[in-house]
T-cell receptor, first 112, second 114 residues
Framework: DVKVTQSSRYLVKRTGEKVFLECVQDMDHENMFWYRQDPGLGLRLIYFSYDVKMKEKGDIPEGYSVSREKKERFSLILESASTNQTSMYLC???????????FGSGTRLTVV | DAKTTQPPSMDCAEGRAANLPCNHSTISGNEYVYWYRQIHSQGPQYIIHGLKNNETNEMASLIITEDRKSSTLILPHATLRDTAVYYCIAFANAGGTSYGKLTFGQGTILTVHP
């Protein structure tokens, strides 16, 4: 089974800080995704990547950027963290519709 | 991607089968039906998926109607640990690519009672 690992389970950061959320997958999958999940709003796609150095905006990319220098690692970057970015962040990886995607355990980020 | 409709909540007695319905009347021919679940504060967990035929694995069975407009996820012997939010998703790769975006709705909150 594909394993997707998010580096931190809980993070507390200050407003204005630059924040890096890291995600690593242990299979040779091209596709990786970042979602955020908020009560009442469900899971929303922030960014995804279908290959090294390739990225595509999802539904809510504002305030975020991503980096994919190696196939196994996909980083979400909050350039200047704000309190409205307090959320659960979920990373996923996989091959597409035939096999679906595997999710990590999530990073609960609090911006104070 | 096709929109899916699920009941907001369902209850089930422990040991009984849980049958979770999903309507996807606008599903296209290249969209798979996927089911995920999410236990509180964890990442979504893959359960099962199918295109046309019924599918079964160690977790569940998926029954897809012949016209593919609806499906049912069956947990044959529900336990307390099956209490979770269950998401039904119609999923296709973006045209000509090997990737697609999983779009989550609100799902069904399944509560399994002792």
């Amino acid at each position: 089974d594909v394993k997707v690992t998010q580096s931190s389970r809980y993070l507390v950061k200050r407003t204005g800080e630059k924040v890096f959320l890291e995600c690593v997958q242990d299979m040779d999958h091209e596709n990786m995704f970042w979602y955020r999940q908020d009560p009442g709003l469900g899971l929303r796609l922030i960014y995804f990547s279908y290959d090294v150095k390739m990225k595509e905006k999802g539904d809510i990319p504002e305030g975020y950027s991503v980096s994919r220098e190696k196939k196994e690692r996909f980083s979400l970057i909050l350039e200047s963290a704000s309190t409205n970015q307090t959320s659960m962040y979920l990373c996923a990886g996989g091959q597409g519709r035939e096999n679906g995607y595997t999710f990590g355990s999530g990073t609960r980020l609090t911006v104070v | 991607d096709a929109k899916t409709t699920q009941p907001p909540s369902m209850d089930c007695a422990e040991g009984r089968a849980a049958n979770l319905p999903c309507n996807h009347s606008t599903i296209s021919g290249n969209e798979y039906v996927y089911w995920y679940r999410q236990i509180h504060s964890q990442g979504p967990q893959y359960i099962i998926h199918g295109l046309k035929n019924n599918e079964t694995n160690e977790m569940a069975s998926l029954i897809i109607t012949e016209d593919r407009k609806s499906s049912t996820l069956i947990l044959p012997h529900a336990t307390l640990r099956d209490t979770a939010v269950y998401y039904c998703i119609a999923f296709a790769n973006a045209g000509g690519t090997s990737y697609g975006k999983l779009t989550f709705g609100q799902g069904t909150i399944l509560t399994v009672h002792p």
